[in-house]
């Protein structure tokens, strides 16, 4: 485990006007000061502090009910008529006249009364002002739960606060309905405690029943919340009916009743391919299996020759498996990732998931073309997914391209980096397997780079966080390095290994054929500068005869006005931009602001009319609903287009002619100009 401290020296020096407010969707949230909890703190712990809000708004508007009512019931007390808890504590809170009339049947049992109308008003009344006290009580008492429920304190912690908030309601009630003999009979002790005696001799059954609830209701409250997972972008018409609107609800309560055991024993529950430096001679499998499953075999085999031979030459053996501790029993998996090394490049294997005594999946993949190839091939750009009509209609769209790698940046399934929120990580991977990998054929590996819902904060917002078998769902769930890999001196003489999630980076690169890509880290765990800076500066040193291309979540060009981005794009036109202008950078793709756009190729902001120059696509709308934005003036000239739309972008790239063609398509097919880029004019920078 390592605690990782989010800061960057930018931020430690700006202005605060330029620090990035956090994103809670207004209608989340009735009191807007809210949106002043967001930095420093995960999108889990806003929600919480959310959901908290608004229960202390039901608090404020019951509570306020109830004494409102109260002191209208008053008015309808007939003289004589005064209640126990009036002639005490010279106030009126007693429930209802029935009470009253116990009282006084008491004093005189075999008396008869009649209520008046007065009397049937009031008793409605205090009826009407005992539901409001007690609807606001509960409140109250479930706040620990949501708290609890959310991880920001512990489920024994909520249980008892629970039960603290809500045990004066029920001695209250006690009170309130005890016969105004038995008050006034207290011989000078704790009178509560006289209250309850007198009572319990009372109404036995009612006071234990009474006794049994103040132990349930904490205990449902804060049964319900556990494990709460509050996100977006996961489309409900899919399999989240239940749960209704735009934003999800689940507990580990909720999860159980409404999913299957996502991972039982029998074949894996996920399987995707993740990417190290070099990805024509190696590659990741992730595997998630049932959490009995601790060892597994791959054996591979080429597929040309086990089509021949029927057999399997090679295999890795695999002990190396994460559990994250933090699933509830429905999600419970373990995740294993198996490294293939030294496999031949653009060739497809043959794969066998072995466990369990017994095969338990096959696959094939595809290695990507070496450098030194003359090979053609199709590379699908995209980020923003979520779980979607449009993700799974542009995942279709991505298949048909039959792509080598799915390069993503960010936001992939809006899971917050939370463990509870698990069933968003495997909606968006199945739509990997049942969209693209299904019907390409074979296992298409991903690369992706690091957005604020994968981790769960927004860029520079300071949070301090554990990373751990639990997540982020970033470090969990994707190996794409070797160790080391940042501190960059030459990937190729980085022992191949498996790296830890705790030594997990958020920016590293891969060679994609002759195309070093870069993914980048735009502010959540690193600055764009400092180590990170000096990383993107060395491999593009060492690499700087390959035309290039970086893909990160928060633009550096954002054609709709955006005040949260300024400081991304302050900080990539100061560390970044400068790179990629000297060091053959074709083009970046930018996410997170879910709109199309495409930036002319530029240099230090101005249009290069030579054909160099970097272009900047994006901006992150595979699958969320585009943003309604409208563009600013281009006063520059630096935008070539510009739409409201889902999209993905297909980069084919032909190492035999030296040209990367862009071809963006929207829900309905292409959209956009494509263009070409000579690679020979990004083969001699000048850094
Ligand atoms: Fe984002």
């Known amino acids: 485990m390592s605690r990782v401290l989010f800061f960057s020296s930018f931020f430690k020096h700006q202005k605060k006007s330029l620090v990035p407010k956090p994103k809670v969707h207004p209608h989340l949230m009735f009191f807007s000061i809210l949106s002043n909890f967001g930095t420093g703190r995960t999108y889990s712990e806003v929600f919480a502090i959310t959901f908290v809000a608004n229960v202390a708004l039901f608090w404020a508007i019951f509570g306020a009910a109830s004494v409102v009512i109260g002191l209208l019931a008053k008015k309808y007390v007939s003289k004589g008529k005064t209640s126990a808890l009036e002639n005490f504590y010279n106030m009126d809170s007693l429930p209802d006249v029935q009470q009253m009339m116990m009282n006084e049947s008491i004093a005189k049992p075999n008396g008869i009364i009649t209520m008046t109308e007065n009397d049937q008003k009031h008793k409605l009344l205090r009826y009407v002002e005992s539901l409001c006290s007690w609807i606001s009580w509960l409140s109250v008492a479930s706040l620990p739960a949501w708290l609890s429920g959310f991880g920001m304190m512990g489920v024994s912690q909520g249980m008892t606060l629970s039960l603290i908030i809500i045990a004066p309601r029920f001695l209250l009630s006690l009170m309130r309905n005890c016969p105004l003999s038995i008050i006034e009979n207290n011989q000078g002790g704790a009178l509560h ?11 036995p059954k009612r006071v234990v029943a009474g006794l049994v609830l103040l132990v349930l209701i904490p205990t449902f409250m804060n049964s319900f919340t556990y494990k709460s997972c509050f996100n977006d972008h996961v489309d409900p018409t899919f399999e ?11 507990s580990a309560l909720l999860r159980s009743i409404h999913l299957d055991k996502v991972c039982p024993p029998g074949p894996p529950c996920q ?5 190290p430096f070099d990805t024509a001679t190696s590659v990741f499998l992730n595997i998630h299996t049932h959490v009995d499953v601790k060892e597994i075999t791959i054996n591979y085999e080429t597929e040309d020759a086990y089509n021949t031979n ?20 429905t999600g419970e998996r373990n995740i294993h990732t198996i490294l293939l090394e030294k496999l031949n ?32 091939f199709n590379l699908i750009y995209g980020g923003d997914l979520g779980f979607s009509a449009a993700s799974t209609t542009l995942s279709d769209t991505a298949a048909a391209q039959d792509p080598r790698a799915v390069i993503i940046g960010g936001d992939v399934s809006y899971d917050d980096g939370h463990a509870y929120c698990y069933h968003s990580f495997d909606l968006t991977m199945k739509i990997f397997e049942n969209n693209i990998n299904s019907k ?4 298409v590996p991903l690369i992706v780079a690091v957005g604020n819902h994968d981790v769960g904060w927004n860029s520079f917002a300071k949070v301090n966080v554990t990373v751990d078998e639990n997540g982020p769902s970033y470090y969990s769930g994707y190996a794409q390095h070797y160790p080391g890999a940042e501190a960059f001196t030459a990937e190729n003489a980085l022992e191949a290994k498996i790296p830890a999630v705790a030594q997990r980076k958020t920016y590293h690169a891969h060679m994609l054929g002759k195309v070093l890509n870069v993914a980048l880290d735009a502010g959540y765990v690193e600055g764009y500068g400092g180590v990170q800076g000096e990383w993107l500066k060395n491999i593009s040193n060492a690499y700087k005869s390959s035309p290039k291309m970086a893909i990160y979540h928060d633009p550096i060009f954002a054609p709709c006005k955006d005040k949260y981005g300024l400081a991304n794009t302050e900080q990539g036109l100061i560390h970044w931009t400068p790179i990629f202008e000297k060091s053959g950078f074709m083009a970046a793709f930018e996410h997170h602001t879910h709109y199309f756009k495409r930036t002319k190729a530029l240099k230090g902001r101005i249009p290069q009319e030579d054909g160099t120059g970097v272009v900047y696509l994006g901006s992150g709308s595979w699958g969320v609903e585009p943003n309604k934005c409208k563009p600013e003036k281009d006063t520059e000239g630096i935008y070539a287009s510009f739409g409201n739309i889902n999209h993905i972008w297909v980069i084919n790239i032909n190492q035999d002619t030296n040209k990367v063609h862009y071809q963006a398509y929207a829900l309905n097919g292409t959209v956009d100009t494509p263009f070409l880029m000579d690679m020979n004019l990004y083969s001699t920078p000048s850094i």
């Open 193 to 203: 405690m006289h209250v309850f005696m007198a009572m319990f001799k009372l109404h």
């Open 240 to 250: 989240w009916k239940f749960y209704g609107g735009k934003y999800i609800y689940s």
């Open 271 to 275: 399987l995707y391919a993740t990417l």
């Open 310 to 329: 029927k057999k399997f030459s090679h295999k890795v053996v695999s002990s190396y498996f994460i559990q994250p501790s933090q699933y509830d029993s």
């Open 345 to 376: 490049p653009d060739t497809r294997y043959m794969i066998d998931v072995f466990y369990d005594g017994k095969s338990q999946k096959q696959t094939i993949y595809q290695t990507l073309p070496s450098s030194d190839s003359t090979a053609s």
């Open 440 to 443: 390409v054929g074979r296992l």
